[in-house]
Protein backbone atom coordinates (compact mmCIF):
# COMPACT_ATOMS: atom_id res chain seq x y z
CA UNK A 1 0.00 0.00 0.00
CA UNK A 2 1.11 3.65 -0.22
CA UNK A 3 2.85 5.47 2.46
CA UNK A 4 0.95 7.97 2.26
CA UNK A 5 -3.06 7.85 1.77
CA UNK A 6 -4.41 6.79 -1.47
CA UNK A 7 -7.04 10.13 -3.03
CA UNK A 8 -10.11 9.61 -2.42
CA UNK A 9 -12.61 9.51 -5.59
CA UNK A 10 -13.30 13.04 -4.69
CA UNK A 11 -10.22 14.07 -5.01
CA UNK A 12 -9.48 12.02 -8.36
CA UNK A 13 -12.68 13.66 -9.52
CA UNK A 14 -12.05 17.38 -8.45
CA UNK A 15 -9.11 16.96 -10.44
CA UNK A 16 -9.26 15.60 -14.19
CA UNK A 17 -12.97 13.90 -14.52
CA UNK A 18 -15.20 15.85 -13.17
CA UNK A 19 -14.01 19.00 -15.20
CA UNK A 20 -14.64 16.20 -18.47
CA UNK A 21 -17.78 14.55 -16.61
CA UNK A 22 -19.65 17.69 -16.24
CA UNK A 23 -18.95 18.31 -19.88
CA UNK A 24 -20.62 14.91 -20.60
CA UNK A 25 -23.22 15.46 -18.12
CA UNK A 26 -23.96 18.60 -19.93
CA UNK A 27 -23.88 16.99 -23.34
CA UNK A 28 -26.06 14.45 -21.83
CA UNK A 29 -28.50 16.62 -20.78
CA UNK A 30 -28.68 18.83 -23.86
CA UNK A 31 -29.39 15.58 -25.88
CA UNK A 32 -31.91 14.57 -23.14
CA UNK A 33 -33.91 17.42 -24.25
CA UNK A 34 -34.00 16.76 -27.82
CA UNK A 35 -31.00 19.02 -28.90
CA UNK A 36 -28.94 16.43 -30.30
CA UNK A 37 -24.86 16.20 -30.16
CA UNK A 38 -24.51 19.49 -32.42
CA UNK A 39 -26.58 21.67 -30.04
CA UNK A 40 -25.00 19.84 -27.05
CA UNK A 41 -21.54 20.59 -28.53
CA UNK A 42 -22.49 24.40 -27.80
CA UNK A 43 -18.55 25.80 -28.33
CA UNK A 44 -17.36 25.79 -31.49
CA UNK A 45 -13.80 23.88 -31.12
CA UNK A 46 -11.22 25.41 -31.81
CA UNK A 47 -9.01 25.15 -35.14
CA UNK A 48 -5.52 24.14 -34.79
CA UNK A 49 -2.97 27.15 -34.18
CA UNK A 50 0.28 25.95 -34.40
CA UNK A 51 3.51 26.34 -37.09
CA UNK A 52 3.44 23.29 -39.17
CA UNK A 53 6.64 21.03 -38.87
CA UNK A 54 8.37 19.63 -41.92
CA UNK A 55 7.80 15.85 -42.89
CA UNK A 56 10.47 14.15 -42.90
CA UNK A 57 13.29 11.17 -41.52
CA UNK A 58 15.85 11.63 -39.43
CA UNK A 59 17.61 10.17 -36.58
CA UNK A 60 16.11 12.94 -34.29
CA UNK A 61 12.61 13.19 -32.92
CA UNK A 62 11.09 17.05 -34.06
CA UNK A 63 8.58 18.92 -32.83
CA UNK A 64 6.59 22.41 -34.16
CA UNK A 65 8.47 25.48 -33.63
CA UNK A 66 7.87 27.18 -30.17
CA UNK A 67 7.51 23.67 -28.35
CA UNK A 68 9.99 21.78 -26.64
CA UNK A 69 10.29 18.29 -26.16
CA UNK A 70 11.91 16.54 -23.36
CA UNK A 71 12.36 12.78 -22.93
CA UNK A 72 10.94 12.02 -19.62
CA UNK A 73 11.42 7.95 -18.80
CA UNK A 74 13.63 5.61 -20.82
CA UNK A 75 13.91 2.04 -21.30
CA UNK A 76 15.89 0.66 -18.45
CA UNK A 77 15.53 4.36 -16.16
CA UNK A 78 15.60 3.30 -12.47
CA UNK A 79 11.92 3.41 -10.24
CA UNK A 80 13.28 2.54 -7.71
CA UNK A 81 15.97 4.15 -5.01
CA UNK A 82 18.98 2.59 -5.17
CA UNK A 83 19.85 1.37 -8.64
CA UNK A 84 23.08 1.62 -10.72
CA UNK A 85 23.26 3.38 -14.00
CA UNK A 86 21.55 1.18 -16.55
CA UNK A 87 24.34 -0.81 -18.13
CA UNK A 88 21.88 -2.88 -20.63
CA UNK A 89 25.25 -5.59 -21.03
CA UNK A 90 24.27 -5.89 -17.51
CA UNK A 91 20.70 -6.14 -17.05
CA UNK A 92 19.50 -8.70 -14.78
CA UNK A 93 15.64 -9.94 -14.91
CA UNK A 94 15.71 -8.44 -11.16
CA UNK A 95 16.89 -5.02 -12.36
CA UNK A 96 14.58 -4.83 -15.41
CA UNK A 97 11.70 -5.22 -12.81
CA UNK A 98 12.22 -2.66 -10.84
CA UNK A 99 13.61 -0.09 -14.08
CA UNK A 100 11.21 1.36 -16.83
CA UNK A 101 10.26 -1.14 -19.27
CA UNK A 102 10.22 -1.67 -23.07
CA UNK A 103 8.75 -0.22 -25.94
CA UNK A 104 6.07 1.91 -24.25
CA UNK A 105 2.87 1.85 -25.67
CA UNK A 106 -0.23 3.57 -24.36
CA UNK A 107 0.44 6.34 -21.97
CA UNK A 108 -2.67 7.77 -19.32
CA UNK A 109 -1.93 10.51 -16.94
CA UNK A 110 -4.01 10.68 -13.52
CA UNK A 111 -3.74 13.93 -11.80
CA UNK A 112 -3.00 13.80 -7.70
CA UNK A 113 -3.65 16.77 -5.62
CA UNK A 114 -5.34 19.85 -6.71
CA UNK A 115 -2.50 22.00 -8.70
CA UNK A 116 -1.74 20.13 -11.46
CA UNK A 117 1.57 19.71 -11.17
CA UNK A 118 1.90 16.18 -9.86
CA UNK A 119 0.29 12.42 -11.17
CA UNK A 120 0.55 9.03 -11.75
CA UNK A 121 2.13 8.18 -15.45
CA UNK A 122 0.62 4.49 -16.30
CA UNK A 123 2.23 3.06 -19.04
CA UNK A 124 1.86 -0.26 -21.12
CA UNK A 125 4.82 -1.71 -22.17
CA UNK A 126 3.90 -3.56 -25.16
CA UNK A 127 6.38 -5.78 -26.41
CA UNK A 128 10.09 -6.51 -26.47
CA UNK A 129 13.20 -6.53 -29.30
CA UNK A 130 15.52 -8.68 -28.35
CA UNK A 131 17.67 -7.84 -31.32
CA UNK A 132 18.11 -4.35 -30.01
CA UNK A 133 18.18 -5.29 -26.37
CA UNK A 134 20.91 -7.54 -25.87
CA UNK A 135 24.73 -6.97 -27.21
CA UNK A 136 26.12 -9.54 -29.40
CA UNK A 137 22.86 -11.80 -30.33
CA UNK A 138 24.34 -12.45 -33.85
CA UNK A 139 21.17 -14.03 -34.99
CA UNK A 140 19.86 -12.73 -38.30
CA UNK A 141 16.35 -13.69 -38.38
CA UNK A 142 13.59 -14.00 -36.08
CA UNK A 143 14.30 -17.95 -36.25
CA UNK A 144 17.58 -17.41 -35.31
CA UNK A 145 16.29 -15.22 -31.96
CA UNK A 146 14.27 -17.54 -30.33
CA UNK A 147 16.44 -20.16 -31.18
CA UNK A 148 19.82 -17.89 -29.29
CA UNK A 149 17.91 -16.05 -26.27
CA UNK A 150 19.33 -17.90 -22.68
CA UNK A 151 16.87 -18.49 -20.32
CA UNK A 152 18.09 -15.54 -18.68
CA UNK A 153 17.41 -13.11 -21.22
CA UNK A 154 13.80 -14.67 -21.57
CA UNK A 155 13.63 -13.74 -18.52
CA UNK A 156 14.39 -9.88 -18.89
CA UNK A 157 11.80 -9.79 -21.78
CA UNK A 158 9.44 -10.93 -19.42
CA UNK A 159 10.25 -8.19 -17.24
CA UNK A 160 10.45 -5.26 -19.68
CA UNK A 161 6.61 -6.77 -20.58
CA UNK A 162 3.49 -5.13 -18.98
CA UNK A 163 3.16 -1.39 -17.52
CA UNK A 164 4.57 0.59 -15.35
CA UNK A 165 2.71 3.17 -13.00
CA UNK A 166 5.26 6.07 -12.10
CA UNK A 167 4.35 9.18 -10.18
CA UNK A 168 5.34 12.51 -12.03
CA UNK A 169 6.35 15.87 -10.78
CA UNK A 170 6.46 19.47 -12.43
CA UNK A 171 8.65 21.87 -11.35
CA UNK A 172 9.52 24.62 -13.13
CA UNK A 173 7.50 23.49 -16.63
CA UNK A 174 9.29 20.20 -16.78
CA UNK A 175 8.30 16.90 -15.43
CA UNK A 176 10.36 14.43 -13.80
CA UNK A 177 9.44 11.11 -11.99
CA UNK A 178 9.36 10.97 -8.65
CA UNK A 179 12.02 8.21 -7.01
CA UNK A 180 10.43 6.64 -4.14
CA UNK A 181 6.93 7.60 -4.72
CA UNK A 182 5.03 5.02 -2.86
CA UNK A 183 2.61 4.09 -5.79
CA UNK A 184 5.85 2.63 -7.96
CA UNK A 185 4.75 0.18 -9.57
CA UNK A 186 5.81 -2.28 -12.59
CA UNK A 187 3.45 -5.10 -13.89
CA UNK A 188 5.41 -7.85 -15.67
CA UNK A 189 4.66 -10.91 -17.96
CA UNK A 190 5.16 -12.69 -14.47
CA UNK A 191 2.34 -10.54 -12.11
CA UNK A 192 -0.34 -12.49 -10.63
CA UNK A 193 -3.50 -11.64 -12.17
CA UNK A 194 -7.12 -12.64 -11.34
CA UNK A 195 -9.44 -13.63 -14.86
CA UNK A 196 -12.89 -12.03 -13.89
CA UNK A 197 -16.08 -11.88 -15.32
CA UNK A 198 -18.06 -13.96 -17.47
CA UNK A 199 -15.47 -16.94 -18.77
CA UNK A 200 -13.52 -16.75 -15.19
CA UNK A 201 -13.70 -19.94 -14.46
CA UNK A 202 -14.75 -21.68 -17.46
CA UNK A 203 -12.34 -25.18 -17.71
CA UNK A 204 -11.15 -24.08 -21.03
CA UNK A 205 -9.59 -21.37 -19.03
CA UNK A 206 -8.14 -24.01 -16.90
CA UNK A 207 -3.96 -25.50 -16.47
CA UNK A 208 -2.11 -27.63 -14.42
CA UNK A 209 -1.26 -24.34 -12.56
CA UNK A 210 -4.64 -23.08 -12.41
CA UNK A 211 -6.97 -26.02 -12.64
CA UNK A 212 -9.70 -23.32 -11.79
CA UNK A 213 -8.95 -20.95 -14.32
CA UNK A 214 -9.08 -17.80 -12.31
CA UNK A 215 -5.78 -16.88 -11.88
CA UNK A 216 -3.00 -16.55 -14.50
CA UNK A 217 0.83 -15.26 -14.57
CA UNK A 218 1.36 -12.02 -15.90
CA UNK A 219 -0.24 -9.82 -19.12
CA UNK A 220 1.74 -9.35 -22.65
CA UNK A 221 1.43 -7.55 -25.87
CA UNK A 222 -0.23 -4.89 -24.00
CA UNK A 223 -0.67 -2.11 -26.89
CA UNK A 224 -3.59 0.94 -26.06
CA UNK A 225 -5.45 1.49 -23.16
CA UNK A 226 -7.49 3.71 -21.45
CA UNK A 227 -8.30 5.55 -17.82
CA UNK A 228 -11.27 5.76 -16.08
CA UNK A 229 -13.18 8.02 -14.66
CA UNK A 230 -12.61 6.10 -11.38
CA UNK A 231 -9.20 6.31 -11.61
CA UNK A 232 -8.49 2.78 -13.07
CA UNK A 233 -6.05 1.67 -16.14
CA UNK A 234 -7.48 -0.20 -18.48
CA UNK A 235 -4.85 -1.56 -20.81
CA UNK A 236 -5.59 -4.30 -24.06
CA UNK A 237 -3.47 -7.28 -24.58
CA UNK A 238 -3.07 -7.36 -28.57
CA UNK A 239 -0.97 -9.75 -30.19
CA UNK A 240 -0.68 -12.48 -27.98
CA UNK A 241 -0.33 -14.93 -30.42
CA UNK A 242 3.07 -14.07 -31.19
CA UNK A 243 4.22 -15.63 -27.41
CA UNK A 244 2.92 -19.43 -28.19
CA UNK A 245 5.68 -22.29 -29.65
CA UNK A 246 4.43 -25.34 -30.20
CA UNK A 247 1.47 -27.12 -31.58
CA UNK A 248 -1.77 -28.10 -30.27
CA UNK A 249 -1.86 -32.23 -29.85
CA UNK A 250 -3.52 -33.50 -32.96
CA UNK A 251 -7.56 -32.72 -32.82
CA UNK A 252 -7.27 -30.89 -29.57
CA UNK A 253 -10.60 -29.01 -29.64
CA UNK A 254 -8.94 -25.40 -29.37
CA UNK A 255 -7.82 -25.95 -32.89
CA UNK A 256 -9.83 -23.67 -34.60
CA UNK A 257 -9.88 -21.18 -31.50
CA UNK A 258 -6.08 -21.26 -31.93
CA UNK A 259 -6.30 -20.56 -35.82
CA UNK A 260 -8.78 -17.58 -35.37
CA UNK A 261 -6.47 -16.10 -33.35
CA UNK A 262 -3.46 -16.97 -35.78
CA UNK A 263 -1.46 -19.03 -33.26
CA UNK A 264 1.47 -20.96 -34.96
CA UNK A 265 3.79 -18.11 -35.81
CA UNK A 266 6.12 -17.55 -32.60
CA UNK A 267 8.07 -14.46 -32.25
CA UNK A 268 9.35 -15.07 -29.46
CA UNK A 269 10.97 -18.47 -27.80
CA UNK A 270 9.45 -17.98 -24.02
CA UNK A 271 8.06 -21.66 -24.28
CA UNK A 272 11.60 -23.47 -24.90
CA UNK A 273 11.97 -22.17 -21.05
CA UNK A 274 8.30 -22.03 -19.51
CA UNK A 275 5.92 -24.94 -20.21
CA UNK A 276 3.09 -22.05 -20.12
CA UNK A 277 4.14 -20.67 -23.80
CA UNK A 278 4.39 -24.15 -25.20
CA UNK A 279 1.08 -25.49 -27.20
CA UNK A 280 2.15 -28.74 -27.20
CA UNK A 281 2.27 -29.00 -22.97
CA UNK A 282 -0.62 -26.36 -22.13
CA UNK A 283 -3.09 -25.60 -24.66
CA UNK A 284 -5.37 -23.44 -22.80
CA UNK A 285 -2.76 -20.93 -22.16
CA UNK A 286 -3.35 -18.84 -25.06
CA UNK A 287 -7.35 -18.60 -23.76
CA UNK A 288 -5.96 -16.75 -20.73
CA UNK A 289 -4.29 -13.76 -22.92
CA UNK A 290 -6.15 -11.30 -25.37
CA UNK A 291 -8.08 -9.29 -22.35
CA UNK A 292 -8.02 -6.25 -21.24
CA UNK A 293 -7.03 -6.04 -17.91
CA UNK A 294 -8.04 -3.22 -15.55
CA UNK A 295 -5.49 -1.84 -12.88
CA UNK A 296 -6.06 0.27 -10.05
CA UNK A 297 -2.96 2.33 -9.72
CA UNK A 298 -3.57 4.03 -6.21
CA UNK A 299 -2.66 0.55 -4.53
CA UNK A 300 1.12 -1.34 -6.04
CA UNK A 301 -0.67 -4.13 -3.83
CA UNK A 302 -4.15 -4.51 -5.98
CA UNK A 303 -3.91 -7.37 -8.03
CA UNK A 304 -4.86 -6.68 -11.75
CA UNK A 305 -7.68 -7.99 -12.94
CA UNK A 306 -8.56 -9.66 -16.42
CA UNK A 307 -12.01 -8.23 -17.52
CA UNK A 308 -13.78 -11.28 -19.61
CA UNK A 309 -16.47 -9.31 -20.34
CA UNK A 310 -14.89 -7.32 -22.57
CA UNK A 311 -14.12 -10.06 -24.75
CA UNK A 312 -10.94 -11.89 -26.39
CA UNK A 313 -9.32 -10.32 -29.49
CA UNK A 314 -6.13 -8.80 -30.12
CA UNK A 315 -7.08 -5.49 -28.22
CA UNK A 316 -5.83 -2.39 -29.20
CA UNK A 317 -6.93 0.16 -27.13
CA UNK A 318 -10.03 0.73 -24.23
CA UNK A 319 -10.62 4.21 -24.11
CA UNK A 320 -14.81 4.99 -23.00
CA UNK A 321 -16.79 7.64 -21.36
CA UNK A 322 -20.38 7.83 -19.11
CA UNK A 323 -23.16 7.23 -21.22
CA UNK A 324 -25.82 10.03 -20.41
CA UNK A 325 -27.99 7.14 -18.18
CA UNK A 326 -24.41 6.20 -16.01
CA UNK A 327 -23.39 3.39 -17.27
CA UNK A 328 -19.95 3.42 -19.00
CA UNK A 329 -19.00 2.63 -22.70
CA UNK A 330 -15.69 1.22 -23.67
CA UNK A 331 -14.89 1.43 -27.59
CA UNK A 332 -12.92 -1.58 -28.61
CA UNK A 333 -10.76 -2.44 -31.70
CA UNK A 334 -9.62 -5.90 -33.13
CA UNK A 335 -6.30 -5.39 -34.52
CA UNK A 336 -5.63 -7.77 -37.27
CA UNK A 337 -6.74 -7.19 -41.09
CA UNK A 338 -10.90 -7.79 -41.74
CA UNK A 339 -11.16 -7.51 -37.67
CA UNK A 340 -13.73 -6.05 -36.12
CA UNK A 341 -14.60 -2.76 -34.24
CA UNK A 342 -16.57 -3.83 -30.42
CA UNK A 343 -18.53 -1.65 -27.94
CA UNK A 344 -19.21 -2.67 -24.04
CA UNK A 345 -21.72 -1.21 -22.25
CA UNK A 346 -21.87 -1.49 -18.47
CA UNK A 347 -24.79 -3.24 -16.44
CA UNK A 348 -24.15 -1.40 -13.94
CA UNK A 349 -23.70 2.85 -13.36
CA UNK A 350 -20.65 4.54 -12.27
CA UNK A 351 -20.59 5.17 -8.92
CA UNK A 352 -19.33 7.70 -6.60
CA UNK A 353 -15.94 5.66 -5.49
CA UNK A 354 -13.20 3.51 -6.68
CA UNK A 355 -14.76 0.54 -4.66
CA UNK A 356 -18.31 1.07 -6.30
CA UNK A 357 -16.73 0.47 -9.57
CA UNK A 358 -14.40 -2.20 -8.33
CA UNK A 359 -16.87 -5.20 -10.46
CA UNK A 360 -18.76 -2.80 -12.81
CA UNK A 361 -16.90 -4.14 -15.61
CA UNK A 362 -17.58 -7.12 -15.34
CA UNK A 363 -20.91 -7.58 -16.21
CA UNK A 364 -22.34 -5.75 -19.51
CA UNK A 365 -23.15 -6.21 -23.45
CA UNK A 366 -20.40 -6.35 -25.64
CA UNK A 367 -21.42 -5.44 -29.34
CA UNK A 368 -19.54 -5.73 -32.50
CA UNK A 369 -20.34 -2.41 -34.97
CA UNK A 370 -21.80 -3.62 -38.44
CA UNK A 371 -21.46 -0.85 -40.85
CA UNK A 372 -24.03 -0.30 -43.87
CA UNK A 373 -23.81 1.09 -47.42
CA UNK A 374 -26.50 3.52 -46.72
CA UNK A 375 -24.18 5.10 -43.57
CA UNK A 376 -26.28 3.73 -40.94
CA UNK A 377 -24.95 1.41 -38.37
CA UNK A 378 -26.04 -1.22 -35.84
CA UNK A 379 -24.17 -2.55 -32.78
CA UNK A 380 -24.83 -6.24 -32.47
CA UNK A 381 -24.88 -7.86 -29.15
CA UNK A 382 -22.53 -10.69 -28.54
CA UNK A 383 -25.31 -12.52 -26.36
CA UNK A 384 -25.43 -16.83 -25.76
CA UNK A 385 -28.22 -18.31 -27.42
CA UNK A 386 -29.03 -15.30 -29.54
CA UNK A 387 -28.42 -14.68 -33.34
CA UNK A 388 -27.05 -18.02 -33.70
CA UNK A 389 -23.99 -17.79 -30.96
CA UNK A 390 -25.35 -21.06 -29.30
CA UNK A 391 -24.31 -25.07 -28.90
CA UNK A 392 -25.45 -25.51 -32.37
CA UNK A 393 -21.95 -23.31 -33.64
CA UNK A 394 -19.90 -24.43 -30.82
CA UNK A 395 -20.87 -21.40 -27.94
CA UNK A 396 -21.65 -23.56 -25.34
CA UNK A 397 -22.31 -20.24 -22.57
CA UNK A 398 -21.56 -16.56 -22.69
CA UNK A 399 -17.81 -17.43 -21.29
CA UNK A 400 -17.51 -19.12 -25.07
CA UNK A 401 -19.03 -16.20 -26.54
CA UNK A 402 -16.24 -14.35 -25.07
CA UNK A 403 -13.56 -16.79 -25.24
CA UNK A 404 -13.82 -16.68 -28.97
CA UNK A 405 -15.33 -13.46 -29.47
CA UNK A 406 -13.96 -12.93 -33.14
CA UNK A 407 -15.98 -16.15 -34.82
CA UNK A 408 -18.84 -14.76 -32.60
CA UNK A 409 -18.70 -11.42 -34.06
CA UNK A 410 -18.42 -13.01 -37.58
CA UNK A 411 -20.78 -15.06 -36.90
CA UNK A 412 -23.59 -12.08 -36.15
CA UNK A 413 -22.06 -10.34 -39.57
CA UNK A 414 -19.91 -7.55 -37.71
CA UNK A 415 -18.24 -5.32 -40.57
CA UNK A 416 -15.06 -6.93 -41.50
CA UNK A 417 -12.43 -3.46 -41.38
CA UNK A 418 -9.08 -2.56 -42.02
CA UNK A 419 -7.87 -3.16 -38.61
CA UNK A 420 -9.10 -1.08 -36.02
CA UNK A 421 -6.63 0.42 -33.84
CA UNK A 422 -7.29 3.43 -31.33
CA UNK A 423 -11.16 4.24 -30.41
CA UNK A 424 -11.67 7.70 -29.13
CA UNK A 425 -15.59 9.36 -28.26
CA UNK A 426 -14.81 12.82 -28.05
CA UNK A 427 -17.19 14.10 -25.30
CA UNK A 428 -17.45 17.69 -26.85
CA UNK A 429 -19.08 16.38 -29.56
CA UNK A 430 -20.56 13.07 -28.87
CA UNK A 431 -18.84 11.60 -31.71
CA UNK A 432 -16.46 8.84 -31.86
CA UNK A 433 -13.06 8.68 -33.82
CA UNK A 434 -11.93 5.20 -35.25
CA UNK A 435 -8.23 4.68 -36.87
CA UNK A 436 -8.53 1.73 -39.29
CA UNK A 437 -4.45 1.71 -40.40
CA UNK A 438 -4.28 -0.09 -43.35
CA UNK A 439 -5.06 -3.16 -45.09
CA UNK A 440 -3.41 -4.67 -47.86
CA UNK A 441 -5.21 -7.70 -48.07
CA UNK A 442 -8.45 -5.67 -48.78
CA UNK A 443 -9.43 -7.02 -53.07
CA UNK A 444 -11.25 -4.82 -55.01
CA UNK A 445 -14.16 -7.47 -54.46
CA UNK A 446 -14.24 -6.62 -50.59
CA UNK A 447 -14.12 -2.55 -50.99
CA UNK A 448 -17.57 -1.52 -49.50
CA UNK A 449 -18.39 2.23 -48.21
CA UNK A 450 -16.50 1.43 -45.02
CA UNK A 451 -13.45 -0.18 -46.16
CA UNK A 452 -13.65 1.70 -49.29
CA UNK A 453 -10.21 0.55 -50.95
CA UNK A 454 -8.68 -2.33 -52.10
CA UNK A 455 -5.29 -2.70 -50.88
CA UNK A 456 -5.46 0.11 -48.39
CA UNK A 457 -2.07 1.05 -47.67
CA UNK A 458 -2.53 3.88 -45.73
CA UNK A 459 -5.58 3.64 -43.84
CA UNK A 460 -8.54 5.51 -43.13
CA UNK A 461 -9.98 7.28 -39.83
CA UNK A 462 -14.40 6.61 -39.92
CA UNK A 463 -16.73 9.11 -37.49
CA UNK A 464 -19.24 7.63 -35.98
CA UNK A 465 -22.07 9.48 -34.66
CA UNK A 466 -24.27 7.29 -31.72
CA UNK A 467 -28.14 7.84 -32.57
CA UNK A 468 -29.58 10.60 -30.51
CA UNK A 469 -25.96 11.29 -29.08
CA UNK A 470 -26.27 8.43 -26.97
CA UNK A 471 -23.77 6.05 -26.51
CA UNK A 472 -25.71 3.11 -25.47
CA UNK A 473 -28.01 3.64 -28.95
CA UNK A 474 -28.21 0.43 -30.76
CA UNK A 475 -27.78 2.32 -34.24
CA UNK A 476 -25.40 5.13 -35.68
CA UNK A 477 -24.52 6.96 -38.16
CA UNK A 478 -21.13 7.10 -39.71
CA UNK A 479 -18.61 8.52 -42.45
CA UNK A 480 -15.11 8.17 -43.52
CA UNK A 481 -13.91 11.21 -42.55
CA UNK A 482 -10.65 11.13 -44.46
CA UNK A 483 -8.73 8.55 -46.50
CA UNK A 484 -5.32 8.42 -45.59
CA UNK A 485 -1.93 8.77 -47.38
CA UNK A 486 -0.74 11.12 -50.20
CA UNK A 487 -3.15 13.13 -51.86
CA UNK A 488 -0.94 14.32 -54.76
CA UNK A 489 -0.47 10.90 -56.16
CA UNK A 490 -4.54 10.51 -57.76
CA UNK A 491 -3.70 6.47 -57.52
CA UNK A 492 -3.96 6.79 -53.91
CA UNK A 493 -6.99 8.54 -53.10
CA UNK A 494 -6.55 10.26 -50.47
CA UNK A 495 -9.41 12.61 -49.25
CA UNK A 496 -7.81 14.96 -47.00
CA UNK A 497 -8.99 18.49 -47.22
CA UNK A 498 -7.13 20.64 -49.82
CA UNK A 499 -6.26 22.92 -47.11
CA UNK A 500 -3.83 20.39 -46.24
CA UNK A 501 -0.13 21.22 -46.99
CA UNK A 502 2.44 18.82 -48.39
CA UNK A 503 3.80 17.95 -44.83
CA UNK A 504 0.27 17.92 -43.34
CA UNK A 505 -0.74 14.57 -44.59
CA UNK A 506 0.03 11.19 -43.09
CA UNK A 507 -0.45 7.72 -43.34
CA UNK A 508 -1.79 4.67 -40.71
CA UNK A 509 -3.39 6.10 -38.01
CA UNK A 510 -2.68 4.33 -35.08
CA UNK A 511 -3.38 5.82 -31.71
CA UNK A 512 -5.21 9.16 -31.03
CA UNK A 513 -6.37 11.20 -28.37
CA UNK A 514 -8.90 14.09 -27.91
CA UNK A 515 -7.33 17.37 -26.14
CA UNK A 516 -9.22 19.65 -23.06
CA UNK A 517 -11.00 21.56 -26.43
CA UNK A 518 -12.33 18.59 -27.90
CA UNK A 519 -9.76 18.26 -30.57
CA UNK A 520 -8.57 15.22 -32.27
CA UNK A 521 -4.77 14.13 -32.41
CA UNK A 522 -3.38 11.12 -34.25
CA UNK A 523 -0.40 8.98 -34.13
CA UNK A 524 0.92 6.72 -36.66
CA UNK A 525 2.77 3.56 -37.33
CA UNK A 526 4.33 2.51 -40.59
CA UNK A 527 5.47 5.76 -42.06
CA UNK A 528 9.02 5.83 -43.96
CA UNK A 529 11.12 7.06 -45.60
CA UNK A 530 10.64 4.77 -48.81
CA UNK A 531 6.67 4.24 -47.98
CA UNK A 532 5.39 7.64 -47.46
CA UNK A 533 8.83 9.98 -47.49
CA UNK A 534 8.11 10.62 -43.64
CA UNK A 535 8.75 9.35 -40.36
CA UNK A 536 5.83 8.62 -38.11
CA UNK A 537 4.55 11.39 -35.75
CA UNK A 538 1.43 13.58 -34.53
CA UNK A 539 -1.05 15.19 -37.05
CA UNK A 540 -3.56 17.16 -35.86
CA UNK A 541 -6.66 16.57 -38.00
CA UNK A 542 -9.70 19.41 -38.05
CA UNK A 543 -13.09 17.58 -37.41
CA UNK A 544 -15.26 20.80 -37.27
CA UNK A 545 -16.81 23.16 -40.01
CA UNK A 546 -14.97 24.07 -43.48
CA UNK A 547 -11.58 22.86 -42.20
CA UNK A 548 -13.15 19.48 -41.32
CA UNK A 549 -10.22 17.37 -42.67
CA UNK A 550 -7.46 19.40 -42.82
CA UNK A 551 -4.40 18.04 -41.03
CA UNK A 552 -1.21 19.36 -39.73
CA UNK A 553 2.10 17.82 -38.59
CA UNK A 554 3.24 18.44 -35.36
CA UNK A 555 5.57 16.09 -34.03
CA UNK A 556 7.46 13.14 -35.58
CA UNK A 557 9.76 10.35 -34.29
CA UNK A 558 13.57 9.48 -35.14
CA UNK A 559 13.73 6.90 -38.06
CA UNK A 560 12.72 3.41 -37.35
CA UNK A 561 10.16 4.31 -34.11
CA UNK A 562 6.19 4.42 -34.75
CA UNK A 563 4.20 7.00 -32.48
CA UNK A 564 2.27 5.97 -29.24
CA UNK A 565 0.70 7.22 -26.67
CA UNK A 566 -0.63 10.80 -26.87
CA UNK A 567 -2.10 11.71 -23.48
CA UNK A 568 -2.78 15.51 -22.42
CA UNK A 569 -2.47 16.84 -19.20
CA UNK A 570 -6.25 18.15 -18.27
CA UNK A 571 -4.66 21.76 -18.63
CA UNK A 572 -3.26 20.70 -22.18
CA UNK A 573 0.31 22.04 -21.22
CA UNK A 574 1.56 18.38 -21.85
CA UNK A 575 1.47 16.37 -24.31
CA UNK A 576 3.21 13.22 -23.78
CA UNK A 577 3.63 10.67 -25.99
CA UNK A 578 5.47 7.63 -26.86
CA UNK A 579 8.39 6.26 -29.06
CA UNK A 580 8.46 3.02 -29.53
CA UNK A 581 11.02 0.99 -31.16
CA UNK A 582 13.45 3.93 -32.49
CA UNK A 583 16.63 2.31 -34.13
CA UNK A 584 14.81 -0.26 -36.64
CA UNK A 585 15.98 -0.36 -40.16
CA UNK A 586 13.39 1.82 -42.03
CA UNK A 587 12.44 -0.71 -44.50
CA UNK A 588 9.77 -3.07 -44.09
CA UNK A 589 11.22 -6.56 -43.20
CA UNK A 590 14.95 -6.10 -42.64
CA UNK A 591 16.28 -7.39 -39.38
CA UNK A 592 17.35 -4.38 -36.50
CA UNK A 593 20.82 -4.91 -34.90
CA UNK A 594 21.86 -3.97 -31.74
CA UNK A 595 25.28 -3.10 -33.13
CA UNK A 596 24.00 -1.25 -35.82
CA UNK A 597 20.91 0.65 -35.32
CA UNK A 598 19.63 3.47 -37.34
CA UNK A 599 19.73 5.92 -34.46
CA UNK A 600 20.88 5.67 -31.58
CA UNK A 601 18.45 8.65 -29.75
CA UNK A 602 17.89 9.33 -27.29
CA UNK A 603 21.36 9.02 -25.90
CA UNK A 604 23.37 9.30 -28.71
CA UNK A 605 26.20 7.60 -26.78
CA UNK A 606 28.08 5.14 -28.53
CA UNK A 607 27.71 2.18 -25.88
CA UNK A 608 23.98 3.05 -25.57
CA UNK A 609 21.33 1.17 -27.98
CA UNK A 610 18.17 3.52 -29.16
CA UNK A 611 15.93 3.33 -26.20
CA UNK A 612 12.05 3.66 -26.61
CA UNK A 613 10.91 6.49 -24.34
CA UNK A 614 8.10 8.84 -23.20
CA UNK A 615 8.56 12.24 -24.03
CA UNK A 616 6.94 15.45 -22.75
CA UNK A 617 6.17 17.87 -25.01
CA UNK A 618 5.09 21.85 -23.79
CA UNK A 619 5.22 25.17 -25.22
CA UNK A 620 7.93 27.15 -24.70
CA UNK A 621 7.24 29.68 -22.23
CA UNK A 622 3.68 27.21 -21.06
CA UNK A 623 0.43 27.57 -22.38
CA UNK A 624 -1.81 25.43 -23.97
CA UNK A 625 -0.76 23.30 -26.91
CA UNK A 626 -1.58 23.28 -30.40
FE1 LIG B 1 0.10 -2.53 -30.95
FE2 LIG B 1 -2.34 -2.32 -33.06
O1 LIG B 1 -0.80 -1.73 -32.38
CA1 LIG C 1 -1.18 0.54 -31.95
CA1 LIG D 1 -6.09 6.86 -27.31
CA1 LIG E 1 0.00 -0.30 -35.24
Not at 146 to 157: D, G, H, N, P
Not at 252 to 271: F, V
Not at 335 to 345: A, I, S
Not at 464 to 472: A, F, R
Amino acid sequence: MPHEPAPTLDDVIAQRFSRRDLMRGAAATALAAGLGPEAAASEALPGFDFPELAAGVDEHLHVADGYEAQVLLRWGDPLFPGLPAFDPARLTPEEQERRFGYNNDFVGFIPLGSDGDRGLLVVNHEYTKAELMFPGLGATDRKGVIATLSSEQVAVEMAAHGGAVVEIARRDGRWAPVIGSAYTRRITARTPMAITGPAAGHPRLATAADPEGRWVEGMINNCSGGVTPWGTWLSGEENVHYYFQGALPAGHEEARNAKTMGLGKPQYGWGRFHARFDLSKTPNEPNRFGWVVEIDPFDPASVPKKRTALGRFKHEGAAGLTAGDGRYVVYLGDDEKFQHVYRFVSAGRVGATRVDNADLLDAGTLSVARFEADGSGRWLPLTHGAGGLDAGNGFGSQAEVLIETRRAARLLGGTPMDRPEDIEANPKTGRVYVMLTNNTDRTPAQEEPSNPRAANAYGHVIELQPDGGDHVADGFRWDVLVACGDPAKKAVGATFSTLTTADGWFGMPDNCVIDGRGRLWIATDGNSRRGTGRADGIWALETEGPRRGTSRHFLRVPVGAEMCGPCFTPDDATLFVAVQHPGEPDEEGAMARYETPSTRWPDFAPGLPPRPSVVAVTRKGGGRIG
